[in-house]
């Protein structure tokens, strides 16, 4: 067999782990190119390398190979697609099959339907080669065939896992509420574990120590100790896809397995001799007799401490007196030297990194399906969070909730907040540094009467919570990175709040200060803003360093653009509707994404298809990027600020889209028409409300300058084209005289976010169009 050596491969993954994915493929394929998209990580390489991610990756679903991809426009485009991949180089006749993947795209109304015809389109390939055809299981196929589908792409795969990844073979004993096995290993990494093993296999010392006190079947600590042993996790696995295809070379596959076995091997030699330990328990004797059986079948029984027992009866002492003991032994067997015994000892001294991991019962069964608890999660909640406080300071805790509102309960200051997805089913990891300044209090809005909260401070949490609610349908769909949480909804706290959720699961708060009126004293002003980031502080459960407080005046003269004194360098990327866009939230008055233009961007989107697309004061280019996606023909995106449009540049990169059909030009968006000789079936025309440039002879105010503006636009539109024009100026009336020769749509209220309600007045948005 020959090695294919420039293969495209993809593996999905759970939501906001997909950059985690990227360092792991990294580490494990040096030189595969990993890249992250929404919902996963392409990367290349050879057959050695899809089999090696197959076998040592925790953060993968699945690792696909890609064999064809174009663009298909309906169902007969699909069928002569899938029937021109040369399906007999891959399985035989006598394999089953079964087609499975995603699709969204307009010509398919019954989302099973593009399975169907690619199924089909296999099948009539073999039969017309061998007169025969492949049967098909859905339940055991020998072979998983995946089809990717949008309005874009068509990308047709072999499956090489065959069962998901995250079935590592070790659990088959289960309990309520489980965790899927690649979410809690991502989970782990974020927790700081992974980190902290790689600092010890470095550095020497002791070894880190994990604490999971409701383990239920046992899924955090067997993961976590799989890491710490360096075992690949696909090794207790008997069943992968790639076993029935053509190109998999067992010789290849057994030197993998024999070199993984090493590693493990040794591995387990060193935590074992380190006095490594990992310590869990549970009050329910079900689910600890489950996680023992399982840690057992995973190979990692020797590598942790379980028991049956409420964490309320847990005591610091016995917790690090078994990491003691067990170091104790370790030092006790180590017959090297004095100056190793010597060494160990200083290590001893020192103690470990202490960790808890732990998924509580909270009330919902993880992976959907309601389910009865016997425990009041609420309750539940505050006695872990007493019990944190008093027991284990030093300790970084990382606990899982269904909500933030449900963390909240725990009555202590996470560090961050983390979004993850278990299935289909959102979740959300606290991660608490334990320490004498981390005190247990009452949640806001459970505390006493009597209590020293201020009317303030309760009526922001209060109107947090009523907005939030509000928002859920939208912040369930998983596709929403930016939100508007609060737009002075209360008149003595003039600000607004977005909030960004970056791939990796981590918040950004980004609190914009109104100016206040004159006659507020300076004091005043300032302890109401103060009260303002705090009450959001312990709302969402958020760091100080996660909260980025700016102050937007109205703008005047040169101040429309300013970077504030703060460092720009921090970035993160957050998801909208499957585009990815990067998001600076210091350092400039704006984070690179307005929350507002959400649906704009989606009505661009939705119109673009083999549209040549124009986007003036383009900033960023995000609509650039959502009529790209959106089938465009050609984009050209036109600012005046080269940094606006580098940035817009890496939007382009990280949708995964080409120079070649996407144009940037640095130009006065006025005079770029005034000069421009092309014609565009689309334009967009989003100005500021005002803006001063050293290329033009006066400033450009949109009220007075907005007629002349689009009568440009007008001139470049071909046949049939559309001007969408929006703006944000409270008191805009549209030019009358632009009735004459165009139809004029106002669609506003229809492409209002519904997070934005507030800020309906100044959000304005038209559809333009040459009257016949």
Not at 427 to 436: D, F, M
Not at 638 to 646: G, N, P
Not at 700 to 707: A, L, M, W, Y
Not at 730 to 758: K, Q
Request: aromatic share 8%; with cysteine; net charge positive.
């Amino acid at each position: 067999m020959t090695d294919r050596s420039n293969s495209t491969y993809f593996s999905p993954c759970p939501r906001y782990v997909e950059e985690l994915l990227v360092s792991e493929i990294r580490a494990i394929a040096p030189g595969s190119e990993p890249r992250a998209t929404t919902g996963g990580v392409s990367f290349v390489g050879s057959t050695e390398t899809g089999l090696r991610v197959c076998l040592w990756s925790r953060l993968a679903d699945r690792v696909l190979l890609e064999l064809e991809r174009d663009t298909v426009s309906g169902k007969d485009d699909l069928y002569a697609f899938a029937r021109h991949v040369p399906w007999e180089r891959h399985f035989s006749v006598n394999d089953t099959i079964a087609v499975f993947g995603h699709s969204a795209h307009s010509a398919f109304r019954h989302s099973s339907l593009p399975f169907l015809v690619v199924k089909d389109a296999v099948c009539d390939r073999f039969r017309a080669r061998t007169n025969r055809r492949p049967s098909v299981d859905v339940h055991a196929p020998d072979i998983r065939i995946s089809l990717y589908l949008t309005e874009r792409t068509a990308i047709a795969s072999l499956d090489l896992s065959g069962e998901g990844l995250h079935r590592r073979g070790y659990r088959t004993e289960s309990v309520a509420a489980p965790l899927r096995e690649n979410t809690a290993a991502a989970i782990l990494v974020r927790s700081g574990w992974q980190a902290a093993l790689r600092r010890w296999r470095v550095n020497g010392g002791p070894p880190p120590l994990l604490v999971d006190p409701m383990c239920g079947s046992g899924t955090f600590p067997i993961e976590a100790a799989l890491t710490a042993i360096d075992s690949a996790p696909g090794l207790n696995r008997t069943n992968f896809g790639f076993r029935r295809w053509i190109g998999y070379d067992p010789h290849m596959w057994e030197a993998l397995i024999e070199e993984a076995h090493d590693c493990r091997s040794n591995g387990l030699d060193r935590w074992v001799k380190a006095g490594g330990r990992i310590w869990a328990s549970d009050r329910d004797s079900n689910a600890a007799a489950a996680a023992r059986a399982n840690a057992e079948r995973a190979g990692v029984s020797a590598c942790i401490e379980f028991a049956q027992r409420d964490f309320a009866a847990l005591k610091r002492g016995a917790l690090l007196g078994s990491w003691k003991t067990a170091v104790d032994r370790a030092s006790g067997d180590d017959r090297r030297s004095s100056d190793a015994a010597g060494a160990l000892a200083r290590a001893q001294a020192r103690g470990p990194e202490l960790f808890l991991v732990t998924n509580p019962p909270y009330g919902i069964r993880l992976g959907g399906s309601s389910g009865a608890s016997t425990d009041d999660p609420v309750e539940t909640y505050r006695s872990f969070g007493r019990w944190l406080a008093r027991t284990l300071g030093g300790f970084t805790a990382t606990v899982l909730a269904a909500s933030r509102e449900q963390l909240r309960h725990l009555g202590l200051q996470a560090q961050r907040v983390l979004t993850f997805y278990n299935g289909g089913t959102e979740i959300v990891a606290g991660v608490l540094q334990l320490s004498e300044a981390n005190r247990y209090r009452e949640p806001a809005g459970e505390r006493p009467e009597a209590g020293p909260v201020t009317d303030g401070p309760k009526a922001i949490h209060n109107r947090l919570k009523k907005n939030r609610k509000k928002l859920r349908p939208l912040l369930r769909s998983g596709e929403v990175g930016c939100y508007r949480l609060y737009d002075a909804d209360i008149p003595q706290y003039a600000a607004a709040i977005d909030v960004y959720t970056a791939e990796s699961g981590a918040t950004v708060v980004v609190l914009q200060e109104y100016a206040p009126p004159k006659e507020i004293p300076q004091e005043v002003a300032l302890r109401r803003l103060e009260e303002l980031r705090l009450a959001v502080r312990d709302y969402l459960e958020v760091s100080d360093e996660q909260i980025v407080v700016k102050k937007r005046r109205r703008q005047r003269g040169s101040g429309q653009y300013g970077a504030e004194p703060r460092s720009a360098n921090r970035s993160i990327v957050v998801n909208e509707n499957g585009m990815r866009f990067e998001v600076r939230p210091e350092g400039y008055i704006d984070t690179g994404l307005f929350c507002e233009k959400r649906e704009l961007r989606a009505l661009i989107r939705s119109r673009a298809a083999k549209r040549r697309f124009l986007n003036l004061f383009s900033y960023t280019c995000t609509a650039s990027v959502a009529a790209a996606l959106g089938g465009a023909s050609m984009t050209v995106s036109v600012d005046t600020s080269r940094t606006y449009l580098d940035w817009g540049m890496r939007n382009y990169r990280l949708n995964e889209l080409s120079d070649r059909h996407n144009r940037i030009v640095n130009a006065d968006s006025m005079q770029y028409l005034e000069q421009s000789t092309e014609q565009f079936d689309l334009i967009l025309v989003d100005p500021p409300t005002f803006s001063n440039s050293k290329s033009r002879d006066r400033d450009f105010e949109i009220q007075r300058d907005h007629g002349r503006l689009i009568s440009l636009a007008a001139a470049r539109l071909a046949p049939g084209g559309t001007i969408v024009f929006a703006n944000n100026f409270r008191r805009f009336r549209i030019d009358a005289e632009l009735t004459e020769s165009l139809e004029v749509e106002d669609v506003s209220d229809a492409l209002l976010p519904v997070d934005f309600t507030r800020a309906s007045k100044s959000h304005h948005v038209f559809v333009l169009r040459r009257r016949s």
